[in-house]
C-alpha cells in the first residue's frame, strides 16, 4: 500500500498540469476577458452588469486605471490609443506570449503563490482564505450528515425491502431527489427566517456581527444557529442518491451465495448483515465519498451560497468565470483538483480500511 500510495502522490503533478493545461487553452478560445472587460469599463459598456453580479466590486479596476492614467487619454467616439490597449494589456500580463504566461502561472502555482486579482485589488490566497471556512462548514457538515442518515437508511429499506417502511420512506427519496435544495432552501427561509410564517433563524452570514464579543460556547451556539438552515437545505437535496445507492448495494449483497450459506449453517441474522454484508456492499459507498464531499463543497453549495448570502469559494469561483477574472478563477480550479485528487485517495485508504483483503499494488 505504501509504494501505491507513493505512485499516486507522485501521479498529482503530472494530473495536476493536464488538467490546468487544458483549462488555460480553452478559456484562450472564449469570448471575452480581463483586458475586454477594462476597455467596456473606459466606454462605460457593460458596468451595470458587471456590478450586479460582482456586488459593485470593480474598485480595482478604477484603482489599476488610475495608477496608469490612461482614463484621460481616452479618445471618445474616435475610441481608445491603440497605446492605451497595449497599457491594458501589460497591465495584465497579456503582452507576454501565451506560453510563457502559462509556464509563469505553472511555476507560481507550485509555491502556492497566485498573484493578484484583477477586479478585486486583493491577493488571490487572501481571498481564498476568506472564502474557503465557509465552503469547508457547508461541505462537511453536510457530507457527514448526509452518509450519517443515508447509510442507516439504505440498510433499513434493503433489509426490508417491499415492505411497509420501505414503501413509505422511498416517497421520501423520491421527493428529495426531485427537489433541488436551493428550492428547499427558499422555502425553509419562508418558514424559519422570517419570510412569513416563524423567524428563528438568521437569513444571512456564517457568523453574528458581535461573534468575537462572544463567550466559546456562544460562539458555537451562534455558529451552528446561522449553519442550521443552509445545511438542512443541502442535506434534504443530497441523501436521496446515497440512500439508493446503500439500498441497491446491500440488496446485491444479501443475494450472493455467502449469505445463503451462512444462513444454511445457522449464523445469526445480524452477524450476516454486519460482518459479512456490511463490509462488502460498503466498499461502493465508500469509493463515493470524495466525489459527493467535492461535489457539495465547491459545486452543489453555489446556490446554497448565493441565498443565504454565504460568500465561500464556490461563489468566489462563480464570479470570478463570470468577469473573466483569471487568477482567481485558475486559483480555485488548481485548489478544487488538487483537493478532489487528495480525497480520492483518501477514499482508496479508506476502502483497505473496510476490507483489507483489497490490494491496490497488485492491481
Known amino acids: 500500500m505504501t509504494f501505491y500510495l507513493i505512485k499516486r502522490l507522485f501521479l498529482l503533478v503530472p494530473t495536476l498540469f493536464g488538467i490546468i493545461l487544458i483549462n488555460f487553452v480553452i478559456v484562450q478560445f472564449a469570448p471575452g476577458g480581463p483586458v475586454e472587460t477594462t476597455i467596456a469599463r473606459l466606454q462605460g459598456i457593460g458596468v451595470e452588469s458587471t456590478e450586479r453580479i460582482s456586488g459593485g466590486n470593480i474598485d480595482g479596476i478604477q484603482h489599476q486605471i488610475d495608477n496608469f492614467s490612461i482614463e484621460s487619454r481616452y479618445v471618445g467616439s474616435q475610441g481608445l490609443d ?61 457530507t457527514l450528515l448526509v452518509y450519517f ?142 466525489s459527493a464531499f467535492i461535489g457539495i463543497l465547491f459545486t452543489g453549495a453555489l446556490l446554497t451560497e448565493i441565498i443565504f448570502s454565504l460568500d465561500g469559494l464556490g461563489l468566489l469561483g462563480f464570479e470570478a468565470a463570470i468577469n473573466r477574472d483569471y487568477p482567481v478563477m485558475f486559483a480555485t480550479l488548481y485548489i478544487f483538483t488538487l483537493f478532489g485528487l487528495l480525497m480520492n485517495i483518501l477514499g482508496d485508504i479508506a476502502m483497505t480500511i473496510v476490507d483489507p483483503r483489497i490490494d491496490f499494488e497488485k492491481r
Open 82 to 142: 491603440p497605446e492605451i490597449i497595449k497599457e491594458i494589456e501589460k497591465m495584465y500580463g497579456f503582452d507576454k506570449p501565451t506560453h510563457v504566461r502559462f509556464l509563469e502561472m505553472v511555476k507560481n502555482y507550485l509555491s502556492f503563490e497566485f498573484g493578484n486579482s484583477f477586479f478585486q485589488d486583493k491577493k488571490v490566497i487572501d481571498l481564498i482564505k476568506d472564502k474557503l471556512p465557509v465552503s469547508i462548514s457547508l461541505g462537511l457538515w453536510t
Open 149 to 290: 442518515i443515508s447509510i442507516p437508511l439504505g440498510i433499513s429499506k434493503a433489509v426490508r425491502d417491499g415492505k411497509k417502511f420501505d414503501i413509505w420512506s422511498s416517497a421520501v427519496v423520491i421527493i428529495g431527489n426531485a427537489v433541488p435544495s436551493f428550492l428547499f432552501a427558499i422555502l425553509l427561509i419562508i418558514i424559519f427566517a422570517g419570510g412569513r410564517y416563524l423567524d428563528l433563524f438568521p437569513l444571512r452570514g456564517i457568523v453574528s456581527d458581535n461573534w468575537t464579543e462572544l463567550s466559546n460556547f456562544q460562539k458555537i451556539v451562534d455558529y451552528f444557529w446561522h449553519m442550521t438552515l443552509p445545511i438542512f437545505s443541502l442535506v434534504i437535496g443530497g441523501f436521496a442518491g446515497l440512500t439508493m445507492l446503500t439500498k441497491n448495494s446491500f440488496l446485491d449483497q444479501i443475494n450472493q451465495q455467502y449469505v445463503i450459506t451462512a444462513r444454511a449453517k445457522g449464523v445469526k441474522e445480524k452477524k450476516i448483515l454486519y460482518g459479512h454484508i456490511f463490509r462488502n456492499a460498503m466498499l461502493i459507498v465508500i469509493a463515493g465519498f470524495p
